[in-house]
């Protein structure tokens, strides 16, 4: 494996990761990778959802037998973990404490900003929590004891 961004072209991408990109319905590739020079406005890197990943873990925290090397698509973060569909398809939930590397192996979707499909995703997951939240007000004990009048 080089140390550069492996998955520029399909051809390039190893054949583990092939398969998940044609699961995923195999996008253009093209002008989704990361900049790093020019105007601050036009840079764009870091790790997306959807990306597909490599992650190095500590040789230390893992069985004797078994493989450092987790790789899949990355599926969401929290704050203690990163959430990969591995390439075999089960979802794996990978605690930071125990990472040591982390390599892109290539995007699948545009960065945040540019990506309308997620921004409309998140707008409409806000407005889901909201009136979700305002119903558990409403149904919730002490609702009437919080108006005025």
């Known amino acids: 494996m080089t140390d550069e961004r492996r998955g520029k072209r399909v051809e390039d991408l190893p054949d583990w990761a092939k398969r998940l990109y044609e699961d995923y319905g195999s996008p253009e590739l093209d002008g989704l990778g990361d900049v790093f020079q020019g105007p601050l406005m036009g840079r764009k890197s870091g790790l997306r959802k959807d990306d597909i990943i490599e992650v190095l873990l500590d040789r230390r925290m893992l069985p004797e037998d078994c493989e450092p090397w987790v790789r899949g698509m990355l599926i969401g973060t929290t704050r203690s973990a990163i959430e990969i569909l591995d390439y075999n398809g089960d979802f794996r939930s990978v605690a930071r404490d125990v990472i040591v590397e982390v390599r892109l192996v290539t995007h699948l979707r545009r960065t945040y900003i540019e990506d309308r499909e997620l921004l409309k ?8 929590r909201s009136e979700m939240h305002e119903k558990a007000e409403k149904t919730g004990e002490g609702y009437e004891s919080s108006l005025w009048g």
Not at 121 to 128: P, V
């Open 121 to 128: 995703f998140e707008k409409d997951d806000m407005r889901r």
